[in-house]
Every structure is written in structure tokens, then in C-alpha cells.
């Protein structure tokens, strides 16, 4: 199964508190099928915001937790998410900071 996941957006709530948008694409070339998943997260939690079958819930579900391609680590597919949303929100904070010369 093939996964891509795109920032969309990242939201700021308050003074300290940022979510990305995520979208989380899960190709299955098997039988040539194409799910797409909106995402919030924090980089501390992970929530579902499109509306999906349970099928394709319980595809997302098994999929989150198979351990990651990345042989590196021993995160899970949910850890890296996760992780990206983190890096996002990171640059995103660097990428509106000012600098006073």
C-alpha cells in the first residue's frame, strides 16, 4: 500500500497552540483503489475529519499501526504522521518569525 500524505494548511489556535491540515492518500495498487483522509494534528495527537465507510476506517486504522517503511527507526506509521505535522508546524513557526538587525 502506497501513502502519501500533503500539508494543506496550518492553523494557529492561540499563542501556542498550531494544527496542520493534513491529507493522508492510501493507494492500494492491488485492486487499484484511492483513499483520501483529512487530518488535524498538533504533532501530539492525530484526529479524523473527513467522513469515511468503516471499511475504509478500518483500512486507515491497520495501516497507522504497521511499523514505518523507514528502517531507522521503530516508530509506527501513525508516529510519523505525526512527526511531519511536528516538522510542519516547526517551519511553518520559523517561516514567520521576524528578525530584528
Request: net charge neutral.
Amino acid at each position: 500500500m502506497k501513502a502519501t500524505i500533503k500539508l494543506t494548511e496550518i492553523t494557529k489556535l492561540d499563542l501556542t497552540v498550531h494544527v496542520a491540515s493534513l491529507n493522508l492518500t492510501l493507494e492500494n495498487e492491488a485492486i487499484s483503489t484511492k483513499t483520501t483522509f483529512s487530518m488535524t494534528s498538533t504533532g501530539m495527537s492525530l484526529r479524523l475529519t473527513s467522513e469515511h465507510s468503516i471499511g475504509e476506517l478500518n483500512i486507515l486504522c491497520e495501516w497507522l499501526k504497521k511499523p514505518s517503511k523507514d528502517d531507522s527507526n521503530l516508530r509506527d506509521n501513525d508516529s510519523e504522521v505525526r512527526m511531519f505535522a511536528k516538522e510542519m508546524i516547526k517551519t511553518h513557526k520559523k517561516l514567520n518569525q521576524s528578525l530584528s538587525i
